[in-house]
């Protein structure tokens, strides 16, 4: 009886220890009220220039290339105001091809009138073509096998370029 009366006990106090509390304990919550992700999502990292991420909103930084001190590197064989000018015109030579792909920046074909001029609105013509429809890239040579006087990126077509030299030389 005694034996019993001893597992009855424990088993009870047992029990007791997995049953939730009734009273207040202010024990402090690990549960994030808000979580990681979200904090980082609502961040606003470009907040001080709204179009900081906008094409063409590095022009309006104040980006500059360091200035050379007397303690700067100067490759040998040129002087600081050599380097510097160097520089400089590096700098032009990249703010002038920036600006030129800026220019570019959301012009785009507008694919109904590339389709009407393909011929694909209308039949399958274009199918039989060489190039299937697509328009092709020029290409710095003439493989067509015919001789020009002119290279073909330059922009000389080779009848003008010998209607030039048949013409007489004024004096």
Do not use: C
């Amino acid at each position: 009886m005694k034996v019993t009366a001893l597992f009855i006990a424990a088993s009870v106090a047992s029990a007791s220890a997995f049953v939730p509390s009734t009273g207040k304990v202010s024990v402090p919550s690990t549960q994030l009220n808000e979580s990681l992700f979200k904090k980082i999502a609502d961040m606003d990292l470009w907040a001080p220039v709204a179009d900081s991420n906008d094409y063409g909103a590095r022009g309006k930084k104040k980006i500059a290339t360091g200035k050379l001190t007397e303690r700067s590197y100067v490759p040998s064989g040129l002087t600081k105001a050599q380097y510097e000018k160097i520089r400089e015109e590096a700098d032009k030579k990249k703010a002038a091809n920036y600006q030129r792909n800026v220019a570019k920046a959301g012009v785009f074909i507008d694919y109904t009138d590339f389709y009407r001029k393909r011929g694909t609105d209308v039949n399958g013509n274009w199918m039989k073509l060489p190039n299937l429809g697509h328009r092709m890239a020029k290409t710095k040579y003439d493989w067509s096998g015919e001789k020009q006087d002119a290279p073909v990126w330059t922009g000389v077509k080779a009848a003008a370029a010998s209607a030039k030299k048949a013409a007489p030389k004024k004096k």
